[in-house]
């Protein structure tokens, strides 16, 4: 049996144009990483998740806006309301994973 290659790393350090790419994409979709990724164009979703991340935390240390969580998983683009979210966290530690159970809170 031939020995297994090693795949090579992906390239994780962020180039200047990648970044520039990554901006403008966030800026036309907040948080859609696969969408991001597709724009960047050199990137996973995983990575342009993890550059996502640290960039929110660099607009929050600056004050800047920052993407709302958004509700629904198909994009529909309506951030949530404190109070929903409030629900949604007591139904999360009142039944867990249980999404149907959680909804009805």
């Known amino acids: 049996r031939a020995p297994l290659k090693k795949k090579k ?8 144009d990648e970044h520039e790419r990554f901006v403008t994409a966030f800026t036309l979709y907040p948080r859609k990483w ?4 597709e724009y960047v164009g050199t990137k996973t979703p995983e990575q342009t ?11 929050e ?10 509700k ?3 994009g529909t683009g309506v951030p949530w309301t404190a109070n929903e979210h409030e629900r949604f966290l007591v139904g999360l530690s009142t039944h867990g994973r249980q999404w149907v ?3 009805k809170v």
């Open 72 to 74: 629904g998983g198909s």
């Open 9 to 16: 790393a992906p390239n994780l350090r962020w180039m200047p």
């Open 101 to 103: 159970e959680v909804a």
């Open 49 to 59: 998740k993890s550059h996502g991340m640290y960039y929110m935390k660099q607009l």
């Open 34 to 37: 696969t969408k991001i990724a």
């Open 61 to 70: 240390r600056k004050g800047e806006e920052v993407p709302p969580i958004e």
